[in-house]
Nanobody, 130 residues
Framework: QVQPVESGGGSVESGGRLTLSCLVSGESFYYNVIGWFRQVPGKEREGVAFIYTTIDDTIYTDSVKGRFALSFALSQHNAKNSVNLQMNWLKPEDSALYYC???????????????????WGQGTQVTVSS
């Protein structure tokens, strides 16, 4: 069983920074991408940033390019993968519930599709005030 668990988040003023972390337990051969979606009430979930765990390649949605940075690490001690999403120059429109996800992606056309990801965390709230 693969289980992402998020931490971090909170409230910050516009222009500030936050770091979200996600620890993914379970067998890593079930997924090749870990990423983040976000959702605000009344809107669909939006793919934000993704990383291929085997080649350490990152993909970002246009609205966060140059502001967000995703990094990946494998814990040698307990074989849990972790990712950090460093969010800089935050804007009020970045406010959302952020979900960490893990899944098997076979092509770029799937990467922003929420249905691609079998495992989801519980979500962590990010609020950016103007």
């Amino acid at each position: 069983q693969v289980q992402p668990v998020e931490s971090g988040g909170g409230s910050v003023e516009s222009g500030g920074r936050l770091t979200l972390s996600c620890l993914v337990s379970g067998e890593s051969f079930y997924y090749n991408v870990i990423g983040w979606f976000r959702q605000v009430p009344g809107k669909e979930r939006e793919g934000v940033a993704f990383i291929y765990t085997t080649i350490d390649d990152t993909i970002y949605t246009d609205s966060v390019k140059g502001r967000f940075a995703l990094s990946f690490a494998l814990s040698q001690h307990n074989a849990k993968n972790s990712v950090n999403l460093q969010m800089n120059w935050l804007k009020p429109e970045d406010s959302a519930l952020y979900y960490c996800v893990a899944g098997w992606v076979t092509g770029l056309w799937e990467i922003y599709d929420a249905a691609t990801y079998k495992w989801w965390g519980q979500g962590t709230q990010v609020t950016v005030s103007s």
